[in-house]
């Protein structure tokens, strides 16, 4: 067998494990915490019957079963995208699920877009600028950024954005300039981890022999930094992508909350109240998914970017 089609195989082996520990630990921990679905079924009711009506909708819903018939029953039917019913919506949790999606997807990538781009920019400016006071005020943002939590981003975006310029609804603002403000609050954090990993890395780029070479040719430092030194800097960035994106999907769920927006973040936290356990199940299996395609993408980008790579695979 071809080492690249092992290689394949052999990601493709351990993503399947990733979503699998995802799904198993999602509906393990569910499990476990206090309260299930037939106690949201029946909340408000009162008087002696309420003994009976709980076991009622247990039976009803299969919770009286021994867990692991539950777990088996829900890991077959997932394998062939039958998620069940969600407990409150009478409908299927895959409808449900993908009604949300786009809003999130469309919220996390825009996220990891503008932090790729902040981070970048950044990094390049850090590079280019020959004043040494306003180098050191720019290489002291990356930590901040890293260490602001998104939540607390998105409040003050909410507070500025909304309250004070009025530039936006704080309560579901559905126009771009809505998703761009709501796509910042998660993207501050991963530009500053981008900025982070590319500076140090553009640092030892730049005094690698081949850049001493290029600065011999009389090439401008724009033109060293940009053409030369930032594709050989760039490899650790792309590896942090994979991580990245997981980020900007667990992000979203605090952010939605935040400014209001429909989305799977304010799914998974209405189902989880409420335990419903489909909807929970298919959320967390599709951001598995996402994470390990992402990575596994990375993984086959890896000797495109670096021709070291495909030299030492022949």
């Known amino acids: 067998m071809a080492p690249m089609v092992r290689y394949v195989f052999e990601r493709l082996g351990y993503a399947a494990i990733v979503v699998w520990g995802a799904f198993t630990g999602a509906f393990f921990l569910l499990y476990i915490v206090p309260g299930d679905a037939a106690g949201g079924l029946t909340m408000g009711a009162s008087g002696g019957d309420v003994e009976k009506l709980l076991a009622e909708q247990r039976q009803l819903l299969g919770l009286d079963r021994p867990v692991l018939v539950q777990y088996w029953d829900a890991l077959s039917g997932a394998v062939n995208g039958d998620f069940g019913d969600s407990i409150y919506q009478r409908r299927p949790a895959v409808d449900v699920f993908f009604e949300a999606f786009p809003a999130t997807l469309q919220l996390a990538f825009l996220g990891l877009a503008l932090a790729v781009v902040l981070g970048v920019t950044l990094s390049v400016v850090i590079e280019l600028t020959s004043w040494r ?182």
Request: hydrophobic share 55%; no cysteine; aromatic share 6%.
């Open 133 to 314: 006071w306003l180098r050191e005020t720019l290489v002291s943002l990356p930590p901040v950024a890293v260490s602001l939590p998104p939540f607390v981003v998105a409040l003050l975006l909410v507070q500025v954005v909304a309250f004070k310029l009025g530039w936006i609804d704080a309560f579901g603002d559905k126009t771009l300039l809505g998703l761009l403000v709501a796509s910042l609050s998660i993207a501050v954090a991963g530009g500053g981890t981008v900025a982070q990993l590319l500076t140090a890395n553009l640092r030892g780029a730049l005094s690698s022999p081949y850049i001493e070479s290029a600065r011999n040719w009389g090439l401008s430092r724009f033109d060293v930094v940009v053409r030369h030194a930032l594709r050989n800097a760039a490899l650790p960035v792309i590896t942090a992508l994979g991580t990245l994106i997981g980020v900007m999907v667990g992000g979203t769920v605090l952010t939605e909350t935040v400014f209001s927006r429909v989305g799977v973040g304010r799914l998974i936290v209405d189902s989880v109240n409420g335990r419903d356990m489909p909807v929970v199940l298919i959320a967390v299996t599709v951001s598995a998914l996402i994470f390990v395609t992402v990575n596994f993408v990375v993984d086959l980008i890896y000797p495109v970017v670096d021709k070291r790579i495909r030299m030492e695979a022949r």
